[in-house]
């Protein structure tokens, strides 16, 4: 597609914006390579697949930095063709510490608003200090072992209410065809 293109256009627009091309070596490779050339406070992630609402980003940062959190999170919302539904898994917005975080999403772990990344903003400065990396060795719940490896480092969590990320899903994913009850914030 012209994804790279269009990249290129938007980052010879704004020198904020950086486009950068590799073969497809898998999500993980990417990732990794984003975080190693990223140099902003913040750090998020959006798979090419998702889509995010126009202040997802910006309600984030100013739900991490209001609280003084280390991570922030927002709810999500499905897509599924043309049926559009909210997840609903974060109720209120909230700040909670990592310990009650933890407990929370322990039980929860199949909801993908906890296991992805695309939903959160993460300090910059956490993820280099500590060299937070996605395991390139694996290919299922990569992005929940780097969120359990960031969590690690921090001592609150800012939740947004907000369901301001889209997670398409398509007929063959298994969330679609799994009826799951989960715990709500």
Not at 5 to 19: G, L, N, P, Q, T
Not at 48 to 53: E, L
Not at 85 to 113: E, G, L, M
Not at 152 to 157: A, L, P
Request: charged share 30%.
């Amino acid at each position: 597609d012209a994804s790279g293109k269009i990249c290129d256009f938007y980052a010879s627009k704004d020198e904020r914006i950086k486009a950068f091309h590799q073969d497809n070596a898998g999500v993980s490779v990417a990732r990794n390579y984003g975080i190693k050339e990223s140099c902003g406070e913040f750090l998020t992630f959006v798979d090419s697949d998702d889509y995010i609402t126009e202040n997802h980003i910006e309600g984030l940062i100013k739900a991490m930095q209001e609280k003084s959190c280390d991570l922030s999170v927002a709810d999500i919302f499905f897509k599924q063709g043309d049926k559009v539904w909210n997840n609903a898994w974060i109720r209120r917005d909230a700040v909670i510490s990592v310990y009650n975080y933890i407990k929370i999403i322990k039980d929860d772990f199949p909801n993908v608003c906890i296991g992805g990344v695309c939903n959160k903003v993460f300090l910059n400065r956490i993820i280099n200090h500590n060299s937070i990396f996605f395991n390139e060795e694996k290919n299922y719940s990569e992005d929940y072992m780097f969120n359990i490896a960031y969590l690690k480092f921090c001592k609150s969590v800012a939740l947004v209410s907000q369901a301001s990320l889209c997670y398409r899903l398509r007929e063959e994913d298994s969330l679609s065809k799994n009826k799951m009850e989960f715990n709500r914030i």
